[in-house]
Nanobody, 133 residues
């Protein structure tokens, strides 16, 4: 059972930056593709970014392209989400989730697939990001 713990959220002014971390409980994270999701109050959960097991493939939601960067350090069992030029509409609870590499949609980081979110194997409990002046 893989456990994921997010950290790095907080209050930031518009235009500011935050770096979220997703730490796995065991060294097996290297066998999992990882996605970042967010859910704002009153809105549905949406995929933000994903990264393949090796880090060679990444994808981003249109709303964050050019502002967010996903990366991973398998030796540290950690996936990062660097968020720059933050906007008030980025305010949400951010979750990381992992899917085994054997899953074709999740393993290949096909974030636009309707089944992408539901196919994740493990979820963290989330970290709150608030962008406000």
């Amino acid at each position: 059972q893989l456990q994921l713990v997010e950290s790095g959220g907080g209050l930031v002014q518009p235009g500011g930056s935050l770096r979220l971390s997703c730490v796995a409980s065991e060294s097996a994270l290297g066998y999992y593709a990882v996605g970042w999701f967010r859910q704002a109050p009153g809105k549905e959960r949406e995929g933000v970014s994903c990264i393949s097991t090796s880090g060679g493939k990444t994808d981003y939601a249109d709303s964050v392209k050019g502002r967010f960067t996903i990366s991973r350090d398998n030796a540290k069992n950690t996936v990062y989400l660097q968020m720059d030029s933050l906007k008030p509409e980025d305010t949400a609870v951010y979750y990381c989730a992992a899917a085994h590499v054997s899953k074709p949609v999740q393993g290949m980081c096909i974030m636009m697939s309707p089944s992408y979110s539901d196919g994740m194997d493990y979820w963290g409990k989330g970290t709150l990001v608030t962008v406000s002046s």
